[in-house]
């Protein structure tokens, strides 16, 4: 004959007065929240720094209006012979001045390979 013994579950004592420790049982919460509020905080003290060096590449670089001297050249170069004769196109050909044409070319590039 076996006798069969009845399993009695255990119990935990219960302290009166004690109260549950929040802390071990959410301390991931409570470290998410901190977290959170560190990040907070330092974004809002880096959002309120002003920058300490003007932005170059906002400021727009000025153009030069033509002098008199320029639009009368300009003016000059627009006056052709209508003619399609060769002795016609060769006057024009020698009235145009393309004297400071290297020159500009070469300040083209010098602004272009300016950062």
Known sequence: METEKEEIPAVTP????AKP???????FIFAAL?????????AFFISRQQPTTPEVANIPTPVPSPTPTEEDEIAALEQQSASDETAAIEVDLNQTDLSELDQELADIDDELATP
């Open 14 to 17: 219960v302290v009166e007065g």
């Open 21 to 27: 420790n929040l802390l071990k049982r959410f301390w």
């Open 34 to 42: 901190g977290i959170v509020l560190a990040l907070s905080i330092g």
